[in-house]
């Protein structure tokens, strides 16, 4: 388990589940950063899934 600083939502409230775990697979493109209430998880959420994916 990583701690993570919080999950992105969309300005409507939704939480960015999906987009999350594609960025964690590191699939490019996967949300619009001016849709996030916290764009600064998305760049969190990148370097933890390249980490990953490095040591594997």
């Given at each position: ?21 594609t ?7 996967a ?11 998305l ?14």
């Open positions: 388990m990583i701690p993570a600083p919080g999950i992105p939502h969309t300005h409507t409230g939704k939480k960015l589940e999906v987009p999350v775990k960025i964690l697979r590191g699939i490019p493109g949300v619009q950063e001016h849709a996030v209430d916290r764009p600064q998880l760049d969190f959420y990148r370097q933890i899934g390249e980490t990953h994916r490095t040591r594997s």
